[in-house]
């Protein structure tokens, strides 16, 4: 809908002037507005002829809403080539809806209130130095020493000799999200007990902090540790209870020991890791309460050097079989180029 040449009746302008050629003066004024889907746009304001002088000048009042008035209290100047407008104490609806004059307002950018900034003072330069702070030495986790080994025996009443036997230094790695916590268990503070049964035995070590709970089974030929109960409490105050009842560790001959005096460390659960030294236990078949022949591990026998000279002498052989081989086809591919 367009709207017709209208003089401004439908709100109230207050304030305006018009320099010509330098002298002030005032006249009547008319506007001209189109309306554009929502809003309203005054394109023309014209100074209505006074003697001989008519003026068109194209204003920046765009862009205002709907059943909104327009207000300016500042002054706002409009310049065309020979004649300046000031308008100030503005207030304009253009398109009237029911014959009321809405309440809503669309404020001029220069109304809107501004964020004051510091004058600015003249200082003396200076010269800026950036001195890093020192980054605070990372307090390392101290390193736990060495466990003690302990010497723990089962005995299925107190008149009888050793039913399982059990010597080792023990120590427990825990990992709760990013933190990661080592334990030693103390021996001298340690309280052995447990049980021995034909195809099942158990160890249970009980500390101030520790409860450590071991399960072995055997197949009448071999047995092995086959669960690993732990429950921690934590220098945080954390009470951690970890298990797996799935293992087979430290596997021996029935009527044999196992033994590893190497330092060992097993991966119970993604949260769990126990690590061990000076490993020997026998959890059937004792005799006199002495531990029987023992069935070493890996890198405590004799056999363990070997490996490193069975690796370099397979990467030896890898090297000359692949020199053999691009000499054999460097000498077929000159035989092929020969004259005919």
């Given at each position: 809908m367009d709207c017709d040449t209208f003089r401004l009746t439908v709100c109230t302008y207050w304030g305006y002037s018009v320099t010509v050629d330098s002298l002030s003066t005032e006249a009547p004024l008319l506007f001209v507005c189109k309306q554009l889907k929502s809003r309203f746009f005054i394109i023309h304001l014209l100074l209505l002829p006074s003697d001989t002088l008519s003026v068109d000048v194209r204003p920046q009042i765009t862009d205002v809403s709907m059943d909104t008035c327009y207000s300016c209290m500042s002054e706002e100047t409009i310049r065309s080539?020979?004649?300046?407008?000031?308008?100030?104490?503005?207030?304009?609806?253009?398109?009237?809806?029911?014959?009321?004059?809405?309440?809503?307002?669309?404020?001029?950018?220069?109304?809107?209130?501004?964020?004051p900034t510091a004058s600015p003072t003249t200082v003396a330069p200076v010269t800026n130095t950036t001195t890093s702070m020192p980054t605070p030495p990372t307090t390392p986790a101290p390193t736990l020493p060495t466990p003690t080994t302990g010497r723990f025996n089962i005995k299925p009443d107190e008149n009888s000799t050793a039913c399982l036997m059990a010597n080792f230094a023990l120590r427990i790695g825990v990992e709760l999200g990013e933190k990661y916590q080592e334990m030693?268990?103390?021996?001298?503070?340690?309280?052995?007990?447990?049980?021995?049964?034909?195809?099942?035995?158990?160890?249970?070590?009980?500390?101030?902090?520790?409860?450590?709970?071991?399960?072995?089974?055997?197949?009448?030929?071999?047995?092995?540790?086959?669960?690993?109960?732990?429950?921690?409490?934590?220098?945080?105050?954390?009470?951690?209870?970890e298990a797996n009842s799935s293992l087979s560790l430290w596997e021996a001959a029935v009527g044999s020991s196992y033994m590893c005096n190497k330092e060992q460390n097993y991966t119970i659960t993604t949260k769990l890791t126990i690590f061990t030294f000076n490993l020997q236990v026998q959890p059937f078949a004792v005799k006199k309460g002495v531990f029987s022949t023992a069935e070493e591990c890996f890198l405590d026998s004799d056999l363990s050097f070997l490996v490193p000279i069975a690796v370099g002498v397979a990467l030896s052989f890898l090297i000359v079989l692949v020199l053999l081989s691009y000499l054999i086809g460097r000498r077929k591919s000159r035989t092929g180029y020969q004259s005919v």
């Open positions: 080539d020979s004649v300046n407008q000031t308008l100030w104490n503005v207030l304009i609806q253009a398109f009237i809806s029911n014959g009321t004059q809405s309440k809503n307002l669309t404020t001029c950018s220069a109304d809107l209130p501004t964020t030693n268990l103390d021996p001298n503070g340690t309280t052995a007990s447990g049980s021995c049964g034909v195809n099942t035995s158990e160890l249970v070590l009980v500390s101030n902090t520790l409860t450590i709970m071991l399960t072995f089974t055997n197949d009448t030929r071999k047995f092995h540790l086959q669960a690993v109960n732990v429950t921690a409490n934590l220098s945080s105050g954390v009470v951690f209870s």
